[in-house]
């Protein structure tokens, strides 16, 4: 019995058990890693400890799932579980495996006294089950305590408290949930309950015990509790200053070593299937460290005796606080907004190899932070210009944005060059995008942060003798302009067999999303270049800043009162990441093929075919692509491959894409940002019956109407600003967004129009950012740049979930404007 027959319910059950830190998923991992298939790569550890960062995410269930791909089994995952002593979690497991399974859960109630109560827990699996029922940790010996359904009756005040039923199979045993018992007095009904909604029993909700206003000093725990008594069970959700706090869903919560960014306020909503109550508003202040910020008193030998408070209870009861607290310095973005472009396959001039896996890890990092990404590989001039004007249109008040360039680039009297793809032998400025001159466009916004990051060389060109005059740049735009070398100095990548990284993004990728200041941050990258053999002397960050603010990129999104602006992007950002939906495809054979789509990059995706179905009489069967526009880059000798990697992609994962037992074919479609029309092919299938030796050939014709960010239309170009400035609200009309329980319903790839007009476009539409990454594998110098693993694919919305209308980020100018 392998891990992956084990149900969903199980699973998750067994995720809970494992996500704790004293006997959990790492001891676990490092159990199974007796085994060499199932050892997990530090790439695999680190992205399963990311899974905290996402709502629901479970680092343990991240762990089993993997297991699961590699056929780990069931007995092995036990002997693992015994080495570690995780009793309660072979408990569970050996009942599982032996098919005990609890159908009917016991419910919390409430009665009164002197009624009648009955919990029940019913349970399927081998013959032979008995039930044992338990209050708290006591063992219930009267005649019900050992049947499905415990009898409490007559109801006294004993009787109130938790109970849990355990069953058994001879040694092995699985315990249902947690029923709370409350009694009320007959003669009166508890306030905040409602008894209308089941008979015989009270459904409500009431918080009894709300948080407190806290007092901490940095570096301590911050902890705030808030319990509810509820029918059905209550369910938590922790809020700090108006935002939700997903990592948090439990009545306690924890911090440890609180900064100044966890100042303000917090509350939390309690809710069931019937109820919803908020708790009190408290505010939490975080007062000074006891070591730096110590209070100064002057004492009778007229010496000065640093007094300091040294455990949080002290902080929280001390009445005097020091006469100059820390101001509140936490900034927010009024959203966050990035441009990753990597230039590799220049025509004219030497082939790059590190931009590709250098844009992939940079764009799942900044998504962590709940960036919106547009990442982009191999653009030419046009596509470049059109591309980071559509970006500079996105920057407005309170935005951060971020411009990442990777490729081939120099630096003439000052002023820095970015060289696309097909720019001549022998080039000038007039061929490449001036950076200083994207710098002065910048400024002309009144974004709160704005991060334009260079990867490229900075040697002089000496075909260029051309000064460009950008203009003055302001000392008010919070820029901070980052350079992976010095001037007159090459930036380098460290070229493998499979996947190069450039010697920047090594080491920006270790701080990139650490909470400090981003000057800070980019300090601290330039040390470890510094502290590596191999950069020393050849390579060193160069950093230029106005920024006067202490502002992150891992500083919390706070939309500004103009929610249009904030949707408009939230929706330009879901436009670039369309993917087709998956299509069924039936041939008069009977075979049935199912083509799904990938995205790698904005501009990047993997289309693969598989059988799911085909008659007994045919023997052998294939679905390959063929007959693609002449717009898109197609590898032909890499097409219809039956691997990822034979395909041509490096990075792209095995998440959402057939699993490893389904044989399925790859091909792989490179810069969709020139496709000037819908994308339309040929799915040809080729099959043989078993009494006939010549194949068969059936074709059918497949559009997808424009994926991904081939609908922003980059190969057109701009207007220039002072055209565009003249767009009012009126001349855009923002679509609105069909929305069922389930989902979002199918729009066809025809239609121009939103099936639902009742709906508008709202912020929790569209995903902002995707928060599961994997981070490549890195080890200290001199052996740096190990091989990474193969990183996780980056999310992209199927094509149900927008329509395919033509968009423009500068069709938001209009919203620029406050």
């Given at each position: 019995?392998?891990?992956?027959?084990?149900?969903?319910?199980?699973?998750?059950?067994?995720?809970v058990?494992?996500?704790?830190a004293?006997?959990?998923?790492?001891q676990?991992?490092?159990?199974?890693?007796?085994?060499?298939?199932?050892?997990c790569?530090?790439?695999?550890?680190t992205?399963c400890?990311l899974q905290?960062?996402?709502p629901?995410?479970?680092?343990?269930?991240?762990?089993?799932?993997?297991?699961?791909?590699?056929?780990?089994?069931?007995?092995?995952l036990?002997?693992?579980?015994?080495?570690?002593?995780?009793?309660?979690?072979?408990?569970?497991l050996?009942?599982?495996?032996?098919?005990?399974?609890?159908v009917?859960?016991?419910?919390?109630?409430?009665?009164?006294?002197?009624g009648?109560?009955v919990?029940?827990?019913?349970?399927?699996?081998?013959?032979?089950l008995?039930?044992?029922?338990?209050?708290?940790?006591?063992?219930?010996?009267?005649?019900?305590?050992?049947?499905?359904?415990?009898?409490?009756?007559?109801l006294v005040?004993?009787?109130?408290?938790?109970?849990?039923?355990?069953?058994?199979?001879?040694?092995?045993?699985?315990f249902?949930?947690w029923?709370r018992?409350?009694?009320?007095?007959?003669?009166?009904?508890?306030?905040?309950w409602?008894?209308s909604?089941?008979?015989?029993?009270v459904?409500g909700?009431?918080?009894t015990?709300?948080?407190?206003?806290?007092?901490?000093?940095?570096?301590?725990?911050?902890?705030?509790?808030?319990?509810?008594?509820?029918n059905?069970?209550?369910?938590?959700e922790?809020?700090h200053n108006?935002?939700?706090?997903?990592?948090?869903?439990?009545?306690?919560l924890?911090?440890?070593?609180?900064?100044?960014?966890?100042?303000g306020?917090?509350?939390?909503?309690?809710?069931?299937?019937?109820?919803t109550a908020w708790?009190?508003?408290v505010?939490?202040?975080?007062?000074p460290?006891?070591i730096?910020?110590?209070?100064?008193?002057?004492?009778?030998d007229?010496?000065?005796e640093?007094?300091s408070?040294?455990?949080?209870?002290?902080?929280?009861?001390?009445?005097?606080?020091p006469?100059?607290?820390?101001?509140?310095?936490?900034?927010?973005?009024?959203?966050k907004?990035?441009?990753?472009i990597?230039?590799m396959n220049?025509?004219y001039?030497?082939q790059?190899c590190a931009?590709?896996?250098?844009?992939?890890?940079l764009?799942n990092?900044?998504?962590?932070m709940?960036?919106?990404?547009?990442?982009?590989?191999?653009?030419?001039?046009?596509?470049?210009?059109?591309?980071?004007?559509?970006?500079?249109?996105?920057l407005?008040?309170?935005?951060?944005?971020?411009l990442?360039?990777a490729?081939h680039?120099y630096e003439?009297?000052g002023n820095s060059?970015?060289?696309?793809?097909?720019?001549p032998?022998?080039?000038?400025s007039?061929?490449c995008?001036?950076?200083?001159?994207?710098l002065?466009?910048?400024q002309?916004?009144?974004?709160?942060?704005?991060?334009?990051l260079?990867?490229?060389?900075r040697k002089?060109?000496?075909n260029?003798?051309?000064i460009?005059?950008p203009?003055?740049?302001?000392?008010?735009?919070?820029?901070?302009f980052?350079?992976?070398?010095?001037v007159?100095a090459?930036?380098?990548e460290?070229k493998?067999e499979d996947?190069?990284?450039?010697?920047?993004?090594?080491?920006?990728k270790?701080?990139?999303?650490e909470?400090?200041?981003?000057?800070?941050?980019?300090d601290?990258?330039?040390?470890?270049?510094g502290?590596?053999?191999?950069?020393?002397?050849?390579?060193?960050?160069?950093l230029?800043?106005n920024?006067?603010e202490r502002?992150?990129l891992?500083?919390?999104?706070?939309?500004s009162?103009?929610?249009?602006?904030?949707?408009?992007?939230n929706?330009?950002w879901?436009v670039?990441?369309?993917?087709p939906?998956?299509?069924r495809?039936?041939?008069?054979c009977?075979?049935v093929?199912?083509?799904?789509?990938?995205a790698?990059?904005?501009?990047?995706?993997?289309?693969?075919t598989?059988?799911?179905e085909?008659?007994?009489e045919i023997v052998?069967?294939t679905?390959?692509?063929?007959?693609?526009?002449e717009?898109?880059?197609?590898?032909?000798?890499?097409t219809?491959q039956e691997?990822?990697?034979?395909?041509?992609?490096?990075l792209?994962f095995?998440?959402?894409?057939?699993?490893?037992?389904?044989p399925s074919?790859?091909?792989?479609?490179?810069?969709?940002q020139s496709?000037?029309r819908e994308?339309k092919?040929?799915?040809?299938l080729?099959?043989s019956?078993s009494?006939?030796?010549?194949?068969?050939?059936?074709?059918?014709?497949?559009t997808?109407g424009?994926?991904?960010?081939?609908k922003?239309?980059?190969?057109?170009?701009?207007?220039p600003?002072?055209?565009?400035?003249?767009l009012?609200?009126d001349?855009?009309?923002?679509?609105?967004?069909?929305?069922?329980?389930?989902?979002f319903?199918?729009?066809?790839s025809?239609?121009?129009?939103?099936?639902?007009?009742?709906?508008?476009v709202?912020?929790?539409?569209?995903?902002?950012?995707?928060k599961?990454?994997?981070?490549?594998?890195?080890?200290?110098?001199p052996?740096?740049f190990?091989?990474?693993?193969?990183l996780?694919?980056?999310?992209?919305?199927?094509?149900?979930?927008?329509?395919?209308?033509s968009?423009?980020?500068?069709?938001?100018?209009?919203?620029?404007?406050?």
């Amino acid at each position: 019995m392998s891990v992956g027959s084990l149900g969903e319910e199980a699973l998750n059950r067994l995720s809970v058990m494992l996500d704790n830190a004293t006997c959990g998923w790492r001891q676990l991992a490092s159990m199974t890693s007796e085994q060499p298939k199932f050892r997990c790569s530090e790439n695999e550890l680190t992205s399963c400890s990311l899974q905290v960062l996402k709502p629901q995410g479970s680092s343990g269930r991240t762990l089993l799932a993997w297991l699961a791909e590699r056929s780990c089994s069931v007995d092995f995952l036990l002997h693992c579980l015994r080495k570690m002593d995780h009793q309660e979690a072979v408990q569970y497991l050996t009942a599982v495996a032996e098919g005990i399974q609890i159908v009917v859960q016991p419910q919390s109630q409430q009665a009164v006294l002197g009624g009648r109560l009955v919990l029940t827990c019913r349970a399927a699996g081998p013959p032979g089950l008995s039930y044992q029922w338990f209050k708290s940790k006591e063992e219930i010996l009267d005649e019900t305590g050992s049947t499905p359904e415990l009898v409490l009756c007559p109801l006294v005040p004993v009787h109130q408290g938790h109970y849990i039923c355990r069953v058994n199979l001879g040694e092995n045993c699985v315990f249902s949930q947690w029923a709370r018992v409350s009694l009320v007095d007959s003669s009166a009904s508890s306030p905040g309950w409602s008894t209308s909604l089941f008979p015989g029993s009270v459904s409500g909700l009431r918080i009894t015990h709300q948080p407190e206003p806290q007092t901490v000093a940095e570096g301590d725990t911050l902890s705030l509790r808030c319990n509810a008594e509820a029918n059905p069970p209550a369910r938590y959700e922790w809020y700090h200053n108006k935002l939700a706090m997903p990592q948090h869903k439990t009545p306690s919560l924890k911090i440890p070593c609180v900064t100044t960014a966890n100042r303000g306020q917090y509350r939390c909503k309690v809710f069931n299937l019937y109820h919803t109550a908020w708790s009190d508003t408290v505010k939490v202040t975080i007062g000074p460290s006891s070591i730096a910020y110590a209070s100064w008193v002057e004492v009778d030998d007229g010496r000065e005796e640093a007094h300091s408070s040294t455990t949080s209870s002290e902080v929280h009861t001390r009445k005097e606080m020091p006469d100059n607290p820390l101001p509140d310095t936490r900034f927010y973005a009024t959203d966050k907004v990035a441009l990753l472009i990597g230039n590799m396959n220049y025509l004219y001039h030497t082939q790059l190899c590190a931009p590709i896996a250098d844009v992939y890890e940079l764009t799942n990092l900044l998504r962590q932070m709940d960036f919106k990404v547009v990442s982009l590989l191999d653009l030419n001039w046009q596509e470049m210009h059109s591309a980071v004007t559509e970006f500079l249109l996105l920057l407005d008040k309170g935005v951060y944005g971020l411009l990442y360039f990777a490729g081939h680039g120099y630096e003439n009297y000052g002023n820095s060059f970015m060289v696309p793809i097909d720019a001549p032998t022998s080039y000038t400025s007039d061929h490449c995008l001036c950076v200083q001159h994207i710098l002065t466009r910048m400024q002309e916004k009144q974004t709160g942060l704005n991060v334009f990051l260079l990867d490229m060389c900075r040697k002089k060109n000496p075909n260029d003798d051309i000064i460009v005059q950008p203009g003055l740049l302001k000392v008010t735009a919070n820029i901070v302009f980052g350079y992976a070398t010095c001037v007159d100095a090459e930036a380098y990548e460290v070229k493998r067999e499979d996947v190069s990284n450039g010697i920047f993004i090594n080491f920006l990728k270790k701080r990139v999303c650490e909470d400090e200041k981003v000057t800070v941050m980019l300090d601290r990258v330039a040390e470890d270049m510094g502290r590596c053999a191999i950069t020393q002397g050849r390579q060193a960050l160069e950093l230029r800043s106005n920024l006067c603010e202490r502002r992150s990129l891992t500083d919390q999104i706070q939309p500004s009162e103009c929610s249009a602006s904030y949707s408009a992007r939230n929706l330009q950002w879901a436009v670039a990441h369309v993917l087709p939906r998956s299509h069924r495809l039936r041939f008069d054979c009977g075979v049935v093929v199912q083509l799904g789509f990938a995205a790698e990059f904005s501009n990047i995706m993997v289309i693969y075919t598989r059988i799911l179905e085909k008659p007994k009489e045919i023997v052998s069967c294939t679905a390959q692509l063929t007959d693609f526009p002449e717009d898109v880059d197609i590898d032909l000798k890499k097409t219809n491959q039956e691997t990822l990697l034979e395909a041509g992609s490096l990075l792209l994962f095995r998440e959402n894409l057939p699993s490893p037992e389904d044989p399925s074919l790859y091909t792989r479609i490179c810069r969709l940002q020139s496709l000037k029309r819908e994308l339309k092919f040929i799915v040809c299938l080729h099959y043989s019956y078993s009494n006939m030796d010549e194949e068969v050939e059936e074709r059918q014709s497949v559009t997808v109407g424009k994926p991904l960010v081939s609908k922003l239309n980059l190969h057109e170009p701009r207007l220039p600003p002072s055209a565009s400035s003249s767009l009012t609200l009126d001349s855009f009309s923002v679509p609105e967004c069909p929305y069922s329980t389930d989902g979002f319903t199918s729009v066809g790839s025809t239609s121009n129009t939103w099936s639902n007009a009742e709906r508008e476009v709202s912020t929790t539409d569209f995903p902002s950012s995707t928060k599961g990454v994997s981070i490549p594998e890195e080890t200290d110098c001199p052996d740096l740049f190990d091989a990474p693993q193969p990183l996780v694919v980056s999310t992209s919305l199927s094509l149900n979930q927008v329509n395919d209308s033509s968009y423009k980020f500068s069709d938001m100018y209009n919203f620029h404007s406050y």
